[in-house]
């Protein structure tokens, strides 16, 4: 029987290296995309994946990854992972170049991924009986929240892509799943957002009780795609039981109320 076949981009941290973690340990093979080399050498070292170095916004380095991945086995699916916040700025204060870096990796990078794989994905669901484009989107791109203004902006586009592309792919064997987490503890997520700012990354998880980690994320993902072909979710939206909206969140030890008429 053929080896199923995952690509996963983003996958040098965080949800997309817990995702090729998943994937290998339920035997899939899996192709690790993300630009930094080392952090990849070393999922690959661990895991037995496959090591692709790229840049999703780069159209020479995803041109070189679809081209790879055919020449080498095909894929069966593709996890558009990669992505990433900037700033909690206003959007009259907020920085132009955040916005354009949100895109770049959020948006233009999943639909150059996307297109560029398509076509070795049919091949692959002609072979498995059905593929699978899993979309990794946000709840901020569902529900807008004070701060957002690019990082929501960013992801309503994701979410909008993923949903038309559903419709253009229709009558194919290929499923479109979007997964939108809410609060995701991992190492650089709050990081990359302010900046290397260590102190305010910590202070966005302070006494939240049990957020999610990259690993509760994965495991929606790896079952999602493990699903039998005719079942498609559509959209899953996982969030911290601590987390009711982008803008309502318990800090503290959740206990049951008295008195509520339960």
Same mark, same amino acid.
């Given at each position: 029987?053929?080896?199923?076949?995952?690509?996963?981009?983003?996958?040098?941290?965080?949800?997309?290296?817990?995702?090729?973690?998943?994937?290998?340990?339920?035997g899939?093979?899996?192709?690790?995309?993300?630009?930094?080399?080392?952090?990849?050498e070393?999922?690959?070292?661990?895991?037995?994946a496959?090591?692709?170095?790229?840049?999703?916004?780069?159209?020479?380095?995803?041109?070189?990854?679809?081209?790879?991945?055919?020449?080498?086995?095909?894929?069966?699916?593709?996890?558009?992972?990669?992505?990433?916040?900037?700033?909690?700025?206003?959007?009259?204060?907020?920085?132009?170049?955040?916005?354009?870096?949100?895109?770049?990796?959020n948006?233009?990078?999943?639909?150059?991924?996307?297109?560029?794989?398509?076509p070795? %994905?049919? !091949?692959?669901?002609?072979? =498995?009986?059905? $593929? #699978?484009? *899993?979309?990794?989107?946000?709840?901020?791109?569902? @529900? /807008?929240?004070?701060?957002?203004?690019?990082?929501?902006?960013?992801?309503?586009?994701?979410?909008?892509?993923t949903?038309?592309?559903?419709?253009?792919?229709?009558?194919?064997?290929?499923?479109?799943?979007?997964?939108?987490?809410?609060?995701?503890?991992?190492?650089?997520?709050? %990081?990359? !957002?302010?900046?290397?700012? =260590?102190?305010? $990354? #910590?202070? *966005?998880?302070?006494?939240?009780?049990?957020?999610? @980690? /990259?690993?509760?994320?994965?495991?929606?993902?790896?079952?999602?795609?493990?699903?039998?072909?005719?079942?498609?979710?559509?959209?899953?939206v996982?969030?911290?039981?601590?987390?009711?909206?982008?803008?309502?969140?318990?800090?503290?030890?959740?206990?049951?109320?008295?008195?509520?008429?339960?």
């Open positions: 029987m053929e080896r199923m076949r995952a690509v996963v981009t983003g996958a040098s941290s965080g949800i997309g290296a817990a995702t090729v973690r998943g994937l290998v340990a339920t899939w093979d899996v192709v690790a995309v993300a630009r930094r080399a080392d952090r990849l070393a999922l690959a070292e661990e895991t037995g496959e090591a692709f170095v790229a840049d999703v916004t780069s159209d020479a380095d995803v041109a070189a990854l679809a081209e790879h991945v055919a020449a080498t086995g095909g894929a069966h699916a593709l996890v558009n992972n990669a992505g990433g916040a900037k700033g909690l700025a206003s959007v009259e204060d907020s920085d132009l170049a955040d916005w354009s870096w949100m895109f770049e990796v948006v233009l990078g999943l639909k150059r991924v996307t297109s560029a794989l398509l070795v %994905l049919r !091949r692959g669901a002609e072979r =498995r009986g059905v $593929a #699978d484009i *899993v979309n990794v989107t946000s709840i901020a791109g569902h @529900v /807008a929240y004070l701060g957002g203004g690019g990082y929501n902006a960013a992801k309503f586009a994701a979410h909008a892509i949903e038309v592309l559903r419709l253009e792919l229709n009558g194919e064997p290929i499923r479109v799943i979007e997964v939108a987490p809410g609060m995701v503890r991992t190492d650089e997520f709050a %990081l990359v !957002r302010f900046g290397g700012d =260590r102190e305010r $990354a #910590d202070a *966005v998880y302070e006494g939240v009780p049990e957020p999610l @980690v /990259a690993e509760d994320v994965a495991g929606v993902i790896v079952d999602a795609i493990g699903k039998p072909r005719h079942v498609d979710l559509d959209l899953i996982v969030k911290p039981v601590a987390q009711a909206a982008p803008h309502r969140l318990a800090r503290g030890r959740l206990a049951v109320r008295q008195g509520s008429g339960a």
